[in-house]
T-cell receptor, first 112, second 118 residues
Framework: KQEVTQIPAALSVPEGENLVLNCSFT??????LQWFRQDPGKGLTSLLL?????REQTSGRLNASLDKSSGRSTLYIAASQPGDSATYLC???????????FGTGTSLTVIP | NAGVTQTPKFRILKIGQSMTLQCAQD?????MYWYRQDPGMGLKLIYY???????DKGEVPNGYNVSRSTTEDFPLRLELAAPSQTSVYFC?????????????????FGAGSRLTVL
């Protein structure tokens, strides 16, 4: 069974800092990996999707990378802002099967 | 294009009552999912469906039932509500979404339904 881990569970950084969030998975046979943002009391908003054949995806100040062989994905946030404060989750879709496997998230606080 | 719509947003139930959480998507996605999220915890899969008429249990199905009579709708039924079912429930669909000319199979969530059982 696929297991997904996100470390650290919480992160606090000053505004303007570049930061990296980590997502590790145990089975490299994946279909895709998706990063989500969740604000307190809200739903999950999709940030970036990386297909199995891709190495990275970029959207604005966000860049997500994928290294299947090592079972890792990173979400890079450039020039962090207080509005980036939220919980970030990664989800893995295996190459076989119909379920998704979620990490428990990294809670990010950007201090003004 | 509304995406995934969940109703109600909030509900308070008494122990033993029953109710249905509604979920509808307008993206013609075959795959749909129900998750629950307890405070400070991760998402747990309750039930999922790979198409109309086909449903399967997830990690925590006890106390819940689902049906999928159409591609668009995937309601979650709570029978005999218990305090342990107090949670936030998220519905999601998986399928192609188009961003400009590029399409990809993406997991899309509804806004959630917050349920309290007293």
């Amino acid at each position: 069974k696929q297991e997904v881990t996100q470390i650290p569970a919480a992160l606090s950084v000053p505004e303007g800092e570049n930061l990296v969030l980590n997502c590790s998975f145990t089975d490299s046979a994946i279909y895709n990996l998706q990063w989500f943002r969740q604000d307190p009391g809200k739903g999950l908003t999709s940030l970036l999707l990386i297909q199995s054949s891709q190495r990275e995806q970029t959207s604005g100040r966000l860049n997500a990378s994928l290294d299947k062989s090592s079972g890792r994905s990173t979400l890079y946030i450039a020039a962090s802002q207080p509005g980036d404060s939220a919980t970030y989750l990664c989800a893995v879709r295996p190459s076989t099967g119909n379920q998704f496997y979620f990490g428990t998230g990294t809670s990010l606080t950007v201090i003004p | 294009n509304a995406g995934v719509t969940q109703t109600p947003k909030f509900r308070i139930l008494k122990i033993g009552q029953s109710m249905t959480l509604q979920c509808a998507q307008d993206m013609n996605h075959n795959y749909m999912y129900w998750y629950r999220q307890d405070p400070g915890m991760g998402l747990k899969l309750i039930y999922y469906s790979v198409g109309a008429g086909i449903t399967d249990k997830g990690e925590v199905p006890n106390g819940y039932n689902v049906s999928r009579s159409t591609t668009e709708d995937f309601p979650l039924r709570l029978e005999l509500a218990a305090p342990s079912q107090t949670s936030v429930y998220f519905c999601a669909s998986f399928g192609r979404r188009w961003e400009g000319l590029a399409g990809a199979n993406v997991l899309t969530f509804g806004a959630g339904s917050r349920l309290t059982v007293l």
